[in-house]
C-alpha cells in the first residue's frame, strides 16, 4: 500500500526533500531541504513579489538556517503596437533575508524579507524603483519520513501554507506598462499551497514540488492572476575532509492566470515558462555558500511582449 502511494505521489510530482539519514562526518547536513521553487510568484516574481521565486526558498545542506541571499533576474520588453518596436531591457534586482526555524519535529517556518531595487529602459529614458517588499510565512507539516536508515530509499512528504504580506508600496502608475511586475509591492495579500516529495538512495536525490498561489485583489481594485508553479531537482552530495560539495540539477515551471483590474481581466497579462535550473552549495561547519543559475528554454509571458533572459543568485547562510 506505502508503495503505491509513493509511485502515485511521484506520478503527480507532489513532492518536498528532506531525510532523517545521516551523514557519517557531519551532523549539521543530516537533512536535505530543497524547498524549491518556485514558489515562485513569477510572473509578478519579475518584480515586485520575488521572495524566492524558483530559486526556491531552503538549503540542501542546512536543514535549518539563517542567511542572506541576492538575485538577479533579466527580462526585456516591448509594446508589440508595431513589428519594429524596440526592445527595452528591464533588471529586477533583490536582496532577502532569509531563514528556516523549527517550532517542533514535524513543523517548521520559512520567513522571507525582501528588499528589492528594479531598473529599466524606456523610450524617455532609464527608470529605477527600490524599497522593502511584501514578507512572505511558510509553514510546512511533515505528513510521512522514513523511520530507518537501512531502507533502500529514504522518502519524505511535506504540505503546507504560507501568506505573503503586503509590505512592499504598489504604484498604480505602473499598472498600464508593458510589464505591470515592476513594481516593489502587490499591495495584496495571497496564500500558497504547498506540497514537496523527495527521494532519496545514499547521496544521491530528486528533490519536487508544486505550489499553487491564490492573489487577491489590492486597495487599487487590482489583482495579479493566480499561479501554479512546479519544480524538480536532483542533487548529489561529495564529501572532502571537513566540508561538503552539492551539486544540482533540475527544471522549473510556472503558469499564471490574467491579471484584473476592478474584477475585469487585463489582456496579454497571463503566461508560461520553463527554464533549466544549474546550482552548487558548499558547506564547512556551520557556514554555507550557495549559487544559482537559470535559463528559460520555453515561455510565452504576456502573449510575447515580455522575455526572461536569466535568472541568477548567491546566498549566504549559518546553519542554527
Same mark, same amino acid.
Given at each position: 500500500?506505502?508503495?503505491?502511494?509513493?509511485?502515485?505521489? @511521484?506520478?503527480?510530482?507532489?513532492?518536498?526533500?528532506?531525510?532523517?539519514?545521516?551523514?557519517?562526518?557531519?551532523?549539521?547536513? &543530516? %537533512?536535505?531541504?530543497?524547498?524549491?521553487?518556485?514558489?515562485?510568484?513569477?510572473?509578478? /516574481?519579475?518584480?515586485?513579489?520575488?521572495?524566492?521565486?524558483?530559486?526556491?526558498?531552503?538549503?540542501?545542506?542546512?536543514?535549518?538556517?539563517?542567511?542572506?541571499?541576492?538575485?538577479?533576474?533579466?527580462?526585456?520588453?516591448?509594446?508589440?503596437?508595431?513589428?519594429?518596436?524596440?526592445?527595452?531591457?528591464?533588471?529586477?534586482?533583490?536582496?532577502?533575508?532569509?531563514?528556516? @526555524?523549527?517550532?517542533?519535529?514535524?513543523?517548521?517556518?520559512?520567513?522571507?524579507?525582501?528588499?528589492?531595487?528594479?531598473?529599466?529602459?524606456?523610450?524617455?529614458? %532609464?527608470?529605477?524603483?527600490?524599497?522593502?517588499?511584501?514578507?512572505?510565512?511558510?509553514?510546512?507539516?511533515?505528513?510521512?519520513?522514513?523511520?530507518?536508515?537501512?531502507?533502500?530509499? /529514504?522518502?519524505?512528504?511535506?504540505?503546507?501554507?504560507?501568506?505573503?504580506?503586503?509590505?512592499?508600496?504598489?504604484?498604480?502608475?505602473?499598472?498600464?506598462?508593458?510589464?505591470?511586475?515592476?513594481?516593489?509591492?502587490?499591495?495584496?495579500?495571497?496564500?500558497?499551497?504547498?506540497? &514537496?516529495?523527495?527521494?532519496?538512495?545514499?547521496?544521491?536525490?530528486?528533490?519536487?514540488?508544486?505550489?499553487?498561489?491564490?492573489?487577491?485583489?489590492?486597495? %487599487?481594485?487590482?489583482?495579479?492572476?493566480?499561479?501554479?508553479?512546479?519544480?524538480?531537482?536532483?542533487?548529489?552530495?561529495?564529501?572532502?575532509?571537513?566540508?561538503? @560539495?552539492?551539486?544540482?540539477?533540475?527544471?522549473?515551471?510556472?503558469?499564471? /492566470?490574467?491579471?484584473?483590474?476592478?474584477?475585469?481581466?487585463?489582456?496579454?497579462?497571463?503566461?508560461?515558462?520553463?527554464?533549466?535550473?544549474?546550482?552548487?552549495?558548499?558547506?564547512?561547519?556551520?557556514?554555507?555558500?550557495?549559487?544559482?543559475?537559470?535559463?528559460?528554454? %520555453?515561455?510565452?509571458?504576456?502573449?510575447?511582449?515580455? &522575455?526572461?533572459?536569466?535568472?541568477?543568485?548567491?546566498?549566504?547562510?549559518?546553519?542554527?
Amino acid at each position: 500500500m506505502k508503495y503505491n502511494l509513493f509511485l502515485l505521489i @511521484i506520478t503527480l510530482q507532489i513532492g518536498y526533500a528532506s531525510s532523517k539519514d545521516t551523514l557519517q562526518n557531519s551532523k549539521i547536513f &543530516e %537533512k536535505f531541504h530543497q524547498f524549491a521553487a518556485e514558489l515562485d510568484d513569477d510572473c509578478d /516574481a519579475c518584480g515586485c513579489s520575488a521572495s524566492g521565486g524558483s530559486m526556491g526558498f531552503a538549503s540542501i545542506l542546512n536543514t535549518n538556517f539563517v542567511g542572506i541571499r541576492y538575485f538577479n533576474q533579466a527580462y526585456k520588453s516591448n509594446d508589440g503596437l508595431y513589428s519594429n518596436s524596440p526592445w527595452y531591457a528591464e533588471q529586477f534586482n533583490t536582496t532577502q533575508i532569509w531563514a528556516r @526555524i523549527p517550532l517542533s519535529k514535524k513543523v517548521q517556518f520559512t520567513v522571507v524579507l525582501p528588499y528589492h531595487f528594479h531598473n529599466r529602459e524606456t523610450a524617455t529614458g %532609464k527608470q529605477n524603483i527600490s524599497g522593502i517588499g511584501d514578507a512572505t510565512i511558510i509553514g510546512l507539516y511533515q505528513i510521512y519520513q522514513t523511520k530507518t536508515d537501512s531502507t533502500y530509499f /529514504a522518502h519524505t512528504l511535506q504540505m503546507g501554507l504560507g501568506v505573503k504580506l503586503p509590505l512592499g508600496k504598489f504604484n498604480e502608475g505602473n499598472n498600464g506598462s508593458v510589464n505591470p511586475s515592476y513594481q516593489v509591492g502587490t499591495g495584496s495579500w495571497d496564500y500558497h499551497f504547498v506540497t &514537496e516529495y523527495s527521494i532519496r538512495r545514499k547521496k544521491l536525490g530528486l528533490n519536487t514540488q508544486l505550489n499553487y498561489v491564490v492573489k487577491t485583489a489590492n486597495s %487599487k481594485n487590482y489583482q495579479f492572476g493566480n499561479q501554479f508553479n512546479y519544480s524538480g531537482t536532483v542533487f548529489y552530495l561529495l564529501e572532502k575532509n571537513d566540508y561538503t @560539495i552539492a551539486p544540482q540539477l533540475g527544471f522549473a515551471g510556472e503558469e499564471y /492566470a490574467e491579471n484584473r483590474q476592478h474584477n475585469q481581466l487585463l489582456k496579454n497579462t497571463s503566461g508560461n515558462i520553463i527554464m533549466t535550473k544549474l546550482g552548487l552549495e558548499i558547506g564547512k561547519k556551520n557556514l554555507s555558500f550557495g549559487a544559482t543559475a537559470m535559463l528559460p528554454i %520555453k515561455q510565452n509571458l504576456t502573449n510575447g511582449t515580455v &522575455e526572461a533572459k536569466y535568472r541568477w543568485s548567491v546566498n549566504v547562510n549559518y546553519a542554527l
